[in-house]
């Protein structure tokens, strides 16, 4: 079965900090994704990386970054967090873009106060 | 028009009956599609994928596809409480995989 794990189910920090969310797969998948969800908007995504170094835009970028050192890992970074960025967010991996089927981590609801 | 619609919901639907939830997408060159059940405070899973035009078949689960319609849909034989989720339909964009809002399904006991 494949797995993805995210290092917290929750987190709460507070407006300015720097915040790191981790993912892992391992089924060596090429790509991996970071969604956030929020109710009414449905997922939407922020950045994804098809390969190590390598990262695109998704449709909401702006106050995040990532990055993908090794190939199983790919981290979310909110530079300064505010209160917007409130959400439930979701890492998912596939192992090629598009036609195949993404498999999703189990989500960190991240608070920011 | 937006990329995927589907209906928000809830459809209410009795145990041991026929549960249908629609989808459609507006780009014409999407060539896969997902179908992903949440449950209330879990992250999504793959339930069905279809890539051709027709019916396919997994257990209770029948994905059907038509491309001239840009129309999608699940149904859900023999309805249990437990399917009782929010649905979401994704379908490719170039390289991404755009999802809906998702379709809340209630399975009446």
């Known amino acids: 079965d494949v797995k993805v794990t995210q290092s917290s189910r929750y987190l709460v920090k507070r407006t300015g900090e720097k915040v790191f969310l981790e993912c892992v797969q391992d089924?060596?998948?090429?790509?991996m994704f970071w969604y956030r969800q929020d109710p009414g908007l449905g997922l939407r995504l922020i950045y994804f990386s098809y390969d190590v170094k390598m990262k695109e835009k998704g449709d909401i970028p702006e106050g995040y970054s990532v990055s993908r050192e090794k190939k199983e890992r790919f981290s979310l970074i909110l530079e300064s967090a505010s209160t917007n960025q409130t959400s439930m967010y979701l890492c998912?991996?596939?192992?090629?873009?598009?036609?195949?089927?993404?498999?999703f981590g189990p989500g960190t609801r991240l608070t920011v106060l | 028009q937006k990329e995927v619609e589907q209906n928000s919901g809830p459809l209410s639907v009795p145990e041991g009956a026929i549960a249908s939830l629609n989808c459609t997408y507006s780009?014409?060159?999407?060539?896969?599609f997902f179908w992903y059940r949440q449950y209330s405070g879990k992250s999504p899973e793959l339930i069905m994928f279809i890539y051709s035009n027709g019916d396919k078949e997994d257990g209770r689960f029948t994905a059907q596809l038509n491309k001239a319609s840009q129309y999608v849909s699940l149904l859900i034989r023999d309805s249990q409480p437990s399917d009782s989720a929010t649905y979401l339909c994704?379908?490719?964009?170039?390289?991404?995989?755009?999802f809906g809002k998702g379709t809340r399904l209630h399975i009446l006991p």
């Open positions: 994704a379908v490719n964009r170039d390289d991404k995989i755009i």
């Open positions: 780009d014409r060159g999407s060539q896969s």
């Open positions: 089924m060596d998948h090429e790509n």
């Open positions: 998912a991996s596939s192992f090629r873009l598009s036609y195949n089927e993404q498999f």
